[in-house]
């Protein structure tokens, strides 16, 4: 990558379950150079659907370069494996080529946890940090993103590990579960105590990092998560997907 490649702003965009955002950023710092553009995701949200409104996203800021895009879903080689939050239509699909023939630009999908950990790791609480990283995102389900030394191990679903009682962990502890059973902090913050325990034991990590829109209320719920690991919230929080999308519109560069 040349300096002027180096200099230009990347354009990020976050798809999510409710909406899809994007806003230009300097990937050398994180730092966002223009507000956040939103649109509602498409009810259905079906591919075709969904790049058309990924399409007004890019032409809204008026882009030529290359795009990063987050998905809510297992991502290999920019084709989307799972559907977990979305249509089912994507299970399989070329997401990097439809997008990329929506907008008229160069699109790489990652997985939206994978995104916003990248994020985390590169500019926010888990920089610097050597060992084993964990970051989850809590919301709508349960994101994660599995870190060694900084290097990302890609596409970990840690939301859809079963606990005891068969019950599955983001079905029990997300801030969807927490919001539709009315649930009181301390209540879902022993929920979320005992799923952390369970990767604890399972992967010894030396940090976990807890993102997602709940991290913003993270004073609410920490006292009640009692765990040997250090735990801390999410610095850029919803920030972080977007600039994650940036940084592997670098990568690709």
Known sequence: MDNDAQAAPL???DIGGSGIKGALVRAQTGELLTERYRLETPQPSTPDAV???????VRFFD???TVGCTFPAIVKGGVTLSAANVDKGWVGLDADALLT????????????ADAAGRAEVTFGAGKDRAGVVIVLTLGTGIGSALFLDGTLVPNTEFGHLFLAGGQEAEAWASDRARKDEDLHWKKWGGRLDAYLKHL????SPDLFILGGGVSKKSDKFMEFLDLKTPVVPAALRNEAGIVGAALWAAHAE
Do not use: M, P, S
């Open 11 to 13: 354009l990020g965009i």
């Open 51 to 57: 790049a058309r409104t990924v399409a007004k996203i």
């Open 63 to 65: 882009y030529q370069g």
């Open 101 to 112: 023939e929506a907008t008229g630009c160069e699109v790489h999908l990652l997985n939206d």
């Open 200 to 203: 604890e034991f399972i992967f």
